[in-house]
């Protein structure tokens, strides 16, 4: 059997031997040639027929929509000299690339609009020292600024006291005094002067401070206006008073 399988092995061998010797020389591996770029496509512009002039098409005949009017934009400078208008410092605020104009403190000049003096609960009117009672709920006292009294943009100001006990200290303090100038009441908390006279609607103020979207100088939480921001102030000048004086309390 192994005699027979040897025999066998070396026939193949010689068939082999004979088959490559026939064929010639080896096979060498074909060499691969880069075809050339597709030609490319030239698209002659149409010639103008001469005898088919330019014919306007008639206008649609579909029914036009229903557009809201456009809106007129406010005529309101960004600034009045070095201040700042409320409509501009909105606007600079919400631009990325003008937000950047206030890293520092700056100064702006508005009417106060709103206040929330005279919504004051009692529960929080008392004298400074004296802790509100329980579930008794107040709001940071503040008021509100825009160019004029029918102008869309407004800032919320802060800053300028801390609780309304601050400002009942500051009405005593007006009270007591019987000749101007009247020296401001200085609240101890947040190292700032109340405002005097105390902010009431129809003055025209002067603010200076810091103009971002968050106040975060309360102990109690955080108050934030994404659109038009809040004014955190350190000092208030009166430029016009009101005609009726602020009112604390209901």
């Known amino acids: 059997m192994l005699r027979s399988f040897h025999a066998q092995v070396g026939v193949a061998l010689v068939v082999a031997v004979s088959f490559a010797s026939a064929c010639g020389t080896p096979v060498k591996p074909a060499v691969l040639v880069a075809s ?6 030239v698209v002659k512009p149409e010639v103008c027929d001469e005898g088919d002039p330019y014919r306007p098409r008639a206008a649609p ?5 229903n557009l809201p009017p ?9 600034k009045i000299g070095a201040d700042y ?8 605020l919400q631009s990325r690339y003008h937000a950047a104009d206030f890293a520092n403190d700056v100064t702006l000049v508005g009417v106060i609009v709103a206040t929330n003096l005279a919504s004051a609960p009692a ?10 009672p329980e579930r008794c709920m107040s709001e940071i006292p503040s008021f509100t600024i825009a160019d004029d009294a029918q102008a869309a943009a407004r800032i919320r100001v802060l800053g300028w006291a801390s609780n309304f006990a601050t400002v009942f200290e500051a009405i005593t303090l007006a009270q007591s005094v019987t ?3 009247i020296r401001p009441y200085r609240d101890e908390r947040w190292a700032v002067d109340v405002p005097t006279p105390l902010p009431a609607v129809g003055a025209k103020v002067r603010v200076h401070g810091r103009y971002g ?7 109690t939480g955080m108050v934030a206006d994404p659109e038009s921001g809040v004014f955190t102030v350190t000092s208030v000048d009166t430029i016009v008073p ?9």
């Open 179 to 181: 000749s101007a100038p």
């Open 70 to 78: 456009v809106p007129e934009l406010p005529d309101v400078p960004v």
């Open 242 to 250: 009101a005609t009726t004086p602020a009112k604390l309390g209901r």
């Open 213 to 219: 979207l968050t106040f975060t100088k309360s102990s």
């Open 61 to 65: 005949t579909a029914p036009q929509p």
């Open 36 to 41: 050339a770029p597709p030609a490319t496509t």
């Open 85 to 92: 208008t409320v409509a501009g410092a909105v606007r600079r």
């Open 123 to 132: 529960c929080a009117i008392h004298r400074v020292g004296k802790r509100d």
